[in-house]
């Protein structure tokens, strides 16, 4: 199933900004962000929270967000909540 595009950076001029997709077919947000610094990177390595092993798997990958995209983010979760896959 194709990508259902919900929304990129409000401020962005076009040229390789944060986006959101929603992925219906495989349940998932599809996030396009910022590559995280190396010291960003360390600082998620390090951090502990309950139920979360220490480190970023190889398969995985922190991203950048602006808060100013949250409207998207809530628009895609409330399409995939409406959606009828649940």
Do not use: N, Y
């Not at 040229?15 to 610094?37: H, I, N, R």
């Amino acid at each position: 199933m194709a990508l259902e595009f919900m929304g990129i950076d409000p401020d962005t001029q076009q040229q390789g900004s944060p986006t959101v997709w929603l992925d219906c077919g495989k349940e998932e947000l599809v996030l396009q962000g910022w590559k995280p610094s190396a010291e960003l990177e360390a600082e998620c390595s390090t951090s502990t929270a309950p139920g979360h092993a220490l480190g970023i798997p190889e398969h995985e990958q922190v991203i950048r967000i602006p808060f100013r995209m949250i409207p998207t983010l809530r628009k895609a979760c409330d399409a995939a909540e409406g959606s009828d896959l649940h």
